[in-house]
C-alpha cells in the first residue's frame, strides 16, 4: 500500500480508522537493510548491555521502569488556609487503554488522607431500617463481591473551559480529573436488605470518616441500583488515597458522591442537604437558581494525543487518541474532525465498550503542516451526543463551572504547536 492509497474519509488528513498503518508509511521507523539474512551491518544487531548480565531478582513489590519516571500526577499547590484540601489529576496523555494505573488514579480530598486502621474502622448502617447494623472490615470480605469498570470524574473536571478565555494547559491539566479502574465491592443492595429498609425511606446519607466528614444523600432507588461498596481497585484493596478501607461507589455519578472512607449510611425520608450539596456541588443555573443533585456525568470524550503542550515534531501520520465516557450508558460512536468541528470521520473503539466506563478510540490522520483544530464527539447508548462548547454554555451558562462536557478543541499550527483554543 502506498500514501496515495489511503483512504481520506474527512477534511484536513482524517484517514479511514481500518487502517493498518505499519511504522514504514509513518515514516517512523528507521528502514533497514534489505538483506534477508539480516547480516547487513546496517540492521546493528549488537548485543546489549542488558542482555550480557543477569538482571534483578524478583521483588515483594513491583515499580515501573525508572525510564517512566516522568509520568506523575499533576497537583496543585497546597493552601495553608485549606489543610489537606486539594486535588491530583491523572497523566491523561501518557497513558493508554481505559484503565488508570492505581499510583496515576486522579485524588480529590477535601481534609487529606486519613490514615485509617482497617480493624478500628466500622461501617454503620441506620435510620429508617428494621434493625441497624454494625459492620467491620473482615465481616465485609467475607461477603459476595462483584466487579465491574467503570470511570470516576471529578464534576469540577474540565471546568476551566466555562472560562471566557481559553486556558493554556494540557489535556493532563484541563481534564485530569477522570480515571478509569476495575472496583470490586458488595452491592450496596445486600447490606441494605440485610438492615431491612423500612418502606419510608426513600435516602441514603452517606459520611465519610475523614476530617472533612463529607457527607452526600442519595436517592434510595439509585442506592439499590448499581451502587456498590467498594473494598478492591484493580485487585488490591482500595489505597488509601481512593478511600481504604472502603468507599462507597456510584457508577457514572459525579465523584463526589462516591463517599470515600466511608463510616456511616443512615436511611432517611428527606434528603440531609449537606455542606457538599448545598454551598457546593450545585448548577447555578442563569436564573440564579441553584440545581441540587445532579448526578450523572454527561457525555464526553477528550482526545488525549496530539493534545494541549505538545508539539507535533514532523509531518506525517499520527495516532489520533482519547478517552470518551457517559454517566447514562456506554459509548457507541466517537467522531473526530481535523477542521474545527466542519467534516467528521468516524473513530476505531478499541477497547471494551461497557456501561459507566472509559473507552478509548483512535484514528490516524495525516498532518502535512498546516493549521488544524482536532475535536472529538461521543455519542452514548441512549442517543446522548457531546455538544459543543459554545452550546453548553449558552444552555448552563458559566454561574457555576461544575460538569462541564463540551467538545474540546486542540489547535495545530504550522510549527506544529498544539494549543486548548476555543472554535
Ligand atoms: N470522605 C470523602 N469522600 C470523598 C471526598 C472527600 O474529600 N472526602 N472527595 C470526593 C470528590 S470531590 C471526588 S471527585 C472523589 C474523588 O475520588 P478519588 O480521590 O478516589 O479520585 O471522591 C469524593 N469522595
Ligand atoms: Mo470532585
Redesign the pocket.
Given at each position: 500500500m502506498s500514501k496515495q492509497d489511503l483512504e481520506k474519509v474527512a477534511a484536513n488528513g482524517l484517514i479511514n480508522r481500518r487502517h493498518l498503518l505499519g511504522l514504514g508509511l509513518t515514516g517512523m521507523g528507521t528502514v533497514a537493510s534489505t538483506s534477508l539474512l539480516g547480516a547487513d551491518a546496517g540492521l546493528n544487531l549488537e548485543i546489549p548491555r542488558w542482555s550480557k548480565a543477569p538482571g534483578a531478582n524478583a521483588s515483594g513489590y513491583g515499580s515501573r521502569s525508572r525510564f517512566t519516571d516522568d509520568m506523575q500526577r499533576m497537583a496543585g499547590n497546597p493552601n495553608p488556609l485549606y489543610p489537606g484540601g486539594g486535588a491530583s489529576r491523572s497523566p491523561l496523555h501518557q497513558l493508554q487503554g481505559s484503565i488508570t494505573p492505581n499510583s496515576l488514579?486522579?485524588?480529590?480530598?477535601?481534609?487529606g488522607i486519613p490514615d485509617i486502621d482497617p480493624a478500628q474502622h466500622k461501617l454503620v448502617i441506620h435510620g429508617l431500617v428494621r434493625q441497624p447494623l454494625v459492620f467491620n472490615y473482615e465481616d465485609l470480605l467475607r461477603y459476595p463481591m462483584v466487579s465491574k469498570i467503570y470511570f470516576?470524574e471529578?464534576s469540577g473536571n474540565s471546568g476551566s473551559l466555562f472560562g471566557p478565555n481559553p486556558a493554556d494547559g494540557s489535556a493532563q491539566s484541563l481534564h485530569g480529573?477522570v480515571?478509569g479502574a476495575e472496583w470490586t465491592g458488595i452491592p450496596l443492595s445486600t447490606l441494605l436488605d440485610e438492615a431491612g429498609v423500612n418502606p419510608e425511606a426513600r435516602w441514603i446519607n452517606a459520611v465519610?470518616a475523614?476530617a472533612?466528614s463529607?457527607g452526600r444523600s442519595i436517592p434510595l432507588n439509585r442506592a439499590m441500583d448499581d451502587v456498590m461498596l467498594a473494598l478492591f481497585q484493580n485487585g488490591e484493596p482500595v489505597r488509601p488515597?481512593?478511600?481504604y478501607p472502603m468507599r462507597l461507589f456510584v457508577p457514572g455519578c459525579e465523584?463526589?458522591i462516591?463517599?470515600?472512607?466511608l463510616t456511616q449510611i443512615k436511611l432517611t425520608r428527606e434528603p440531609t442537604h449537606f455542606r457538599d450539596e448545598t454551598s457546593k456541588y450545585t448548577d447555578t443555573r442563569l436564573d440564579r437558581k441553584s440545581l441540587q443533585f445532579t448526578y450523572p456525568m454527561g457525555t464526553k470524550s477528550v482526545i488525549t494525543a496530539p493534545s494541549g503542550q505538545m508539539k507535533l515534531e514532523r509531518h506525517g501520520i499520527y495516532q489520533v487518541t482519547g478517552i470518551a465516557w457517559s454517566g447514562r450508558g456506554s459509548i457507541r460512536r466517537v467522531e473526530v474532525s481535523a477542521d474545527g468541528g466542519r467534516t467528521w470521520a468516524d473513530a476505531m473503539i478499541d477497547s471494551h465498550q461497557s456501561e459507566k466506563a472509559l473507552a478509548r478510540f483512535r484514528i490516524p490522520w495525516e498532518w502535512s503542516g498546516g493549521d488544524a483544530v482536532l475535536q472529538s464527539r461521543a455519542t452514548d447508548s441512549e442517543g446522548n451526543v457531546q455538544p459543543t462548547r459554545t452550546s453548553l454554555v449558552t444552555e448552563k451558562g458559566n454561574i457555576s463551572t461544575y460538569h462541564f462536557h463540551g467538545i474540546q478543541s486542540w489547535a495545530v499550527n504550522t510549527a506544529g504547536d498544539v494549543a486548548n483554543v476555543y472554535a
Open positions: 488514579h486522579f485524588e480529590r480530598h477535601h481534609a470516576l471529578c480529573l480515571s465519610g475523614d472533612a463529607m488515597a481512593q478511600g465523584g463526589n462516591s463517599v470515600k472512607w
